[in-house]
């Protein structure tokens, strides 16, 4: 007993403790001097890391924390797939942080940024340690109100518009989401994560149609926040915006908090019976390739650095929730392990960009010709992390997309059997289209390039030590991806 009092401590300690040193450094004067709010943004970064670390290594963790009647219980329990997420977003928001230590330099308000920032870290793992639907509406409405500053940080007639449409798409995804838990309610055992369901089929007997429509709702709400079609629209648009250590977060992390409510939603709510074979699957399957296609063929299309980046989140987390869509254990995996190594690559590639904007001040692909030889090893961890992406072996991105093809052929699933696969290898022909150039022009820009005048741009260490951790990790993982894929299988035989 106090063993499980204890881990609970820990686990909550790591959820609050950044939520209030935020908010302290957000109202106390104290922190104008620039060394001594990065002191304790350090320290806080860290000292939640050990937190969530300690929290990860526990086991049977569960604590209630409030009980606003027989339902609407603040509760949080650890399981296996929230360990996944809440390591991820601790190995993240660290070496991000540490990036913008440096790159924050040039813009104002940092007080502001960091402040914000160790907020939403706390409200990340609160969404990653949730035990019921409750608790994860709540810390979910929460995650969007307190991002939001990291996206209008600039106050710039483009980031406040990016900022209120991030705004309007999430709450209206988030409505999405409260009615379905208004009719889990009613028709559900419990409204805690069970593997399997909580619906209970008796109570629902007779009402499947509108439990069928409720659910798609569920996947529509969580859905917006992923940058799935139709409710895409404000990712593009928010996340260029944003200074770039906040677009990585955003695009590598912020969205998957979409990815866990639907994976929540239909495996650990519903119950993946409910929806086998319905038109919701088939709905849902369909906007996932609508989305990877179309988010493939915008970013080829797209000449503004970060905005074809943006554009490539939402094509590469349909990857993800085309995998859960199948319903089928291999593709489930390839799914769960394209969460984690979109995660690593995609904040590569956004902080690779927020180096040559920090150095050279250049936003468009056009003008980045010669920029391997100014920046070396930034564009080679941009290189690596591209390969990664594309999927090209032995790299991260070629294991899940293996997993999630092998999973399509699988599943049965009529024309998305086939047409799956198809979609896939023609996003990754378009990944390499918008991807590549940028390596091939900056390494060899060709005889009018000016090599008398050339000059090394490097970022401090502060930045570049992060990017070369993360490019590691996108290729290492790929290498090397046993035990994780390993583990990602015994979750999804729980479920599944």
């Known amino acids: 007993m106090d063993y499980k009092m204890n881990a609970s401590i820990i686990m909550l300690t790591a959820i609050f403790f950044p939520i209030l040193l935020g908010a302290v450094l957000l109202l106390a004067p104290e922190f104008h001097s620039r060394n001594r709010l990065l002191a304790v943004t350090g320290a806080g970064l860290v000292i939640t890391g050990i937190l969530a670390g300690c929290a990860l290594g526990t086991e049977g963790t569960e604590f209630l924390l409030l009980s606003l009647g027989e339902r609407l219980q603040i509760y949080f329990r650890l399981d296996d797939l929230g360990r996944i997420f809440a390591a991820i977003v601790t190995i993240v928001w660290i070496l991000a942080g540490f990036y913008a230590f440096e790159y924050m330099k040039h813009e104002r308000e940092e007080k502001r940024y960091f402040g914000f920032y160790l907020m939403v870290f706390g409200v990340l793992l609160a969404l990653d340690f949730a035990g019921n639907i409750v608790t994860y509406y709540l810390f979910y409405e929460l995650m969007t109100l307190l991002s939001m500053p990291l996206v209008l940080h600039s106050k710039t007639k483009e980031a406040i518009m990016g900022g209120m449409k991030y705004l309007f798409y999430s709450l209206c995804g988030a409505y999405m989401v409260l009615l379905g838990v208004y009719f889990l309610n009613k028709y559900a055992d419990t409204l805690n994560f069970t593997a399997g369901g909580t619906l209970n089929m008796e109570l629902a007997a007779g009402n499947e149609k509108t439990l069928l429509v409720i659910v798609f709702f569920m996947i529509l709400g969580f859905g917006v926040k992923a940058g799935m079609f139709p409710m895409h629209a404000w990712l593009p648009t928010a996340h260029p915006v944003a200074p770039a250590p906040a677009s ?6 912020i969205v998957k908090a979409g990815v866990l409510g639907v994976i929540r939603t239909v495996y650990f709510l519903f119950g993946e019976s409910f929806i086998r074979g319905t038109w919701v699957q088939t709905a849902w399957l369909t906007l996932t390739l609508v989305t990877i296609f179309m988010g493939s063929m915008l970013a080829y299309r797209e000449k503004i650095m970060k905005k074809r980046l943006a554009y490539s989140t939402v094509s590469q987390v349909s990857y993800i929730l085309f995998g859960l869509a199948l319903l089928e254990p291999s593709a489930m995996t390839g799914a769960l392990l394209h969460v984690v190594f979109h995660a690593f690559v995609k904040v590569t590639l956004f902080l690779a960009a927020g180096a ?3 150095k050279t001040g250049k936003t468009n692909v056009d003008d980045m010709t010669g920029i391997g030889k100014e920046m070396p090893v930034t564009i080679w961890c941009y290189t690596f992390a591209s390969l990664a992406l594309i999927g090209i072996p032995p790299a991260s991105g070629f294991i899940s997309k293996w997993h999630l093809a092998v999973g399509a052929l699988q599943s049965g699933a009529g024309i998305f059997t086939w047409l799956g696969p198809v979609i896939l290898l023609i996003s990754a022909l378009l990944t390499a289209g918008y991807l590549l150039p940028v390596t091939v022009k900056g390494f060899l820009p060709g005889a009018d390039y000016d090599y008398e005048n050339l000059r090394k741009k490097e970022p ?24 994780l894929t390993e583990y990602i299988r015994a979750i999804v035989s729980t479920v599944l």
């Open 356 to 358: 040559i904007i920090y």
């Open 460 to 483: 401090s260490l502060w930045m570049l030590v992060s990017l070369i951790i993360f490019a590691a990790l996108s290729i290492l993982l790929g290498v090397f991806p046993n035990p």
């Open 248 to 253: 990585a977060v955003l695009s590598g992390l």
